[in-house]
Nanobody, 132 residues
């Protein structure tokens, strides 16, 4: 069955970098939207970044929350089995548990972070802690 497994989190000082990975497996249909979300203690889950790939042209588009734009980069490997989130210039407010999601969506849905994890079940996530 479809499965997403996040990894790569850790503890860093402000200004540092981390690269998160999400292993994508078991989907029986082609995925064209990948996204990262995060949830800090006591706060709602929020979208961080999404990546849409056109099935027609193969071209990709990326979208970012304002709070991470210019610092975070979402990407995927050529085999489309792993999605990454490169996080630079980390701030204490980036501290959260990070989750990934994947699905087959229209571009506007991907841009609006409408993507959900398989069966609506979020994975275990990966913890990112940034100290000041």
């Amino acid at each position: 069955q479809a499965r997403l497994v996040e990894s790569g989190g850790g503890s860093v000082e402000a200004g540092g970098s981390l690269r998160l990975s999400c292993a994508v497996s078991g989907f029986t249909y082609e995925i064209n939207c990948l996204a990262w979300f995060r949830q800090a203690p006591g706060k709602e889950r929020e979208a961080v970044a999404s990546l849409y790939t056109s099935k027609v042209t193969g071209a990709s588009s990326t979208y970012y929350a304002g709070s991470v734009k210019g610092r975070f980069t979402i990407s995927q490997d050529n085999a489309k089995t792993t999605v990454y989130l490169q996080m630079n210039s980390l701030k204490p407010e980036d501290t959260a548990k990070y989750y990934c999601a994947a699905d087959n969506l229209a571009r506007y849905q991907c841009e609006d972070y409408a993507v959900q994890p398989p069966r609506g079940e979020w994975g275990q996530g990966t913890q990112v802690t940034v100290s000041s």
